[in-house]
């Protein structure tokens, strides 16, 4: 079985300030590790993703996300917050060995990051 | 733009009631996942299914259930519905050689 636990759920930073969300996995097999942002009323946008190649993983809008095995956990930064980074953060885990279920994904509670000018 | 088309984006229907929720994946894609998000449970797994076949089934309630047509499309069906089936309802697809899922805008349902 897998789990994603995303410490805080709720990170408040201030314009141009670094960004955290913490993400802790857990899971049977080898992971694949995405991040995902929800803006309001809106659906899940990827940010990033680890699929067992390169442990730090560049996404868009400035995020990455470093893999490390021995905490399990992988963590989302952005060197600097820019208003249009508030919204909701989720973790989210599935199995490598995924195939036809690459999609099948547990998320985490989700992180809601607020920005003050 | 994900690709992804869900209809409707609101619905509002009372307890009991039957309606239906439609997902239209991306163009190629042969898997469909369907995802509650409510704020009670977070973002849950449904059911996945694969170019018509059921593959995958998570925390779906038996009054709820899903099915894949010919040409890839997919319908969530929910029934006898509840004050507490009121959610978002994401549908996601993605294909074989892709790693990660692509979600649609959603469908929000509230059960008055």
């Known amino acids: 079985a897998q789990s994603v636990t995303q410490l805080g759920s709720h990170v408040s930073v201030s314009e141009g300030a670094l960004v955290l969300l913490r993400c802790n996995y857990s899971?049977?097999?080898?992971?694949?590790l995405f991040w995902y942002v929800q803006y309001p009323n809106q659906g899940l946008q990827l940010l990033l993703k680890y699929t067992s190649a390169a442990t730090l993983v560049k996404g868009i809008n400035g995020f990455e996300a470093e893999f490390k095995k021995s905490e399990t956990s992988f963590h989302l930064t952005k060197p600097s917050a820019h208003m249009s980074d508030a919204a909701e953060y989720f973790c989210?885990?599935?199995?490598?060995?995924?195939?036809?279920?690459?999609?099948?994904?547990?998320f985490g509670q989700g992180t809601i990051l607020t920005v003050h000018p | 733009d994900s690709g992804v088309t869900q209809t409707p984006k609101h619905l509002i229907t009372a307890t009991g009631q039957r309606v239906t929720l439609r997902c239209s994946p991306r163009s190629g894609d042969l898997s469909v996942y369907w995802y509650q998000q409510s704020l009670d449970q977070g973002l849950q797994f449904l059911i996945q299914?694969?170019?018509?076949?059921?593959?995958a089934k998570g925390n779906i309630l038996e009054r709820f259930s899903a099915q894949q047509f010919p040409d890839l499309h997919s319908e969530l069906n929910l029934s006898s519905l509840e004050l507490g089936d009121s959610a978002l309802y994401f549908c996601?697809?993605?294909?074989?050689?892709?790693?990660?899922?692509?979600f649609g805008q959603g469908t929000r349902l509230t059960v008055v």
């Open positions: 989210a885990v599935s199995d490598s060995a995924g195939g036809t279920s690459y999609g099948k994904l547990t």
């Open positions: 899971s049977s097999v080898p992971p694949y």
């Open positions: 299914y694969y170019n018509g076949e059921e593959r």
């Open positions: 996601a697809s993605s294909a074989m050689t892709n790693t990660e899922a692509f």
